[in-house]
Nanobody
Framework: QVQLVESGGGLVQAGRSLRLSCAASGRISIINDMGWYRQAPGKQRELVARISRGGSTNYADSVEGRFTISRDNAKNTVTLQMSSLKPDDTAVYFC?????????????WGQGTQVTVSS
């Protein structure tokens, strides 16, 4: 089993910044892609940003230029730096990891962390 623990959510005013972190632990040989998703009330979960083990990134159009995803392969962590936050960024943010262990590959989710942006 693999555990993903997120931290860094909270309440922030529009225009400010917030940093989310996620640490993976457990039965891990290699973490392939890692990413952040979010789900706002009444909406489907959507991709925010993903990063490959080699550092290639992709972002949702709505956050391009405002959010930055990064990872530390040695520590099995992924970080989402969010800047110029907008009320529309309000959602529960989930960490996601694609993990390989002894030839098996599974996808895992964190429990989510609430981000609320006030206008």
């Amino acid at each position: 089993q693999v555990q993903l623990v997120e931290s860094g959510g909270g309440l922030v005013q529009a225009g400010r910044s917030l940093r989310l972190s996620c640490a993976a632990s457990g039965r891990i040989s290699i973490i392939n892609d890692m990413g952040w998703y979010r789900q706002a009330p009444g909406k489907q979960r959507e991709l925010v940003a993903r990063i490959s083990r080699g550092g290639s990134t992709n972002y949702a159009d709505s956050v391009e230029g405002r959010f930055t995803i990064s990872r530390d392969n040695a520590k099995n962590t992924v970080t989402l730096q969010m800047s110029s936050l907008k009320p529309d960024d309000t959602a529960v943010y989930f960490c996601n990891a694609d993990v390989s262990f002894i030839g098996r590959r599974n996808n895992y989710w964190g429990q989510g962390t609430q981000v609320t942006v006030s206008s």
